[in-house]
T-cell receptor, first 113, second 110 residues
Framework: DAGVIQSPRHEVTEMGQEVTLRCKPI?????LFWYRQTMMRGLELLIY????????DSGMPEDRFSAKMPNASFSTLKIQPSEPRDSAVYFC???????????FGQGTRLTVV | RKEVEQDPGPFNVPEGATVAFNCTYS??????FFWYRQDCRKEPKLLMS???SGNEDGRFTAQLNRASQYISLLIRDSKLSDSATYLC???????????FGTGTKLQVIP
């Protein structure tokens, strides 16, 4: 059974470029989460979806960040334009239903130079 | 006050020792609790759920104290492979937002 699949695993981009991170949740899961992790700030919840609908995006740092979930099997996190301070590991996680634990993808390591 | 607070450590313990971590939370309406472990440069992985009555999984015991709003994790007979960061996690709110603590780093020493 495939877990949460994220792509790309690594991304190096220049400041000002658009970056798109992708996530395929576990089939049948109804919640999807995007997190960002840095040494300084730990794991930060950026946004989460329930049944493809964004529930809480208060963690999205600014308008340069946007996330979509067009269907139950795919989500994207976009940064436009990217800045060096966006360098971090971005994790996607999915959950079967509200009372259960979330399962994480392997993450995308983003470096903005 | 942060929603979930943990002592960052590091906790350096010898092999075979027993070690305990606590985690406090501020939202009394939190409904589900978990411990995750995260190895260096890897994703967080579920270690165990935490039930109101307390629960055990091998060398690991988790407890929940709703009155004092904390959860704990006890590791007995520590192994070198237990070295990792342990994250306290809770689900709260109408759609059960998942909130992580900052983690406690454990280093088991030979």
């Amino acid at each position: 059974d495939a877990g949460v699949i994220q792509s790309p695993r690594h991304e190096v981009t220049e400041m000002g470029q658009e970056v798109t991170l992708r996530c395929k949740p576990i089939s049948g899961h109804n919640s999807l989460f995007w997190y960002r992790q840095t040494m300084m700030r730990g794991l930060e919840l950026l946004i989460y979806f329930n049944n493809n609908v964004p529930i809480d995006d208060s963690g999205m740092p600014e308008d340069r960040f946007s996330a979509k979930m067009p269907n139950a099997s795919f989500s994207t996190l976009k940064i436009q334009p990217s800045e060096p301070r966006d360098s971090a590991v971005y994790f996607c996680a999915s959950r079967l239903w509200e009372g259960m634990a979330a399962f994480f993808g392997q993450g995308t390591r983003l470096t903005v130079v | 006050r942060k929603e979930v607070e943990q002592d960052p450590g590091p906790f350096n313990v010898p092999e075979g020792a027993t070690v305990a971590f606590n985690c406090t939370y501020s939202n009394s309406a939190s409904q589900s609790f978990f411990w995750y472990r995260q190895d260096c440069r890897k994703e967080p992985k579920l270690l165990m759920s935490v039930y109101s009555s307390g629960n055990e999984d091998g060398r690991f015991t988790a407890q929940l104290n709703r009155a004092s709003q904390y959860i704990s994790l006890l590791i007995r007979d520590s192994k070198l492979s237990d070295s990792a960061t342990y994250l306290c996690v809770l689900n709260s709110g109408g759609y059960q937002k998942v909130t992580f603590g900052t983690g406690t780093k454990l280093q088991v020493i030979p």
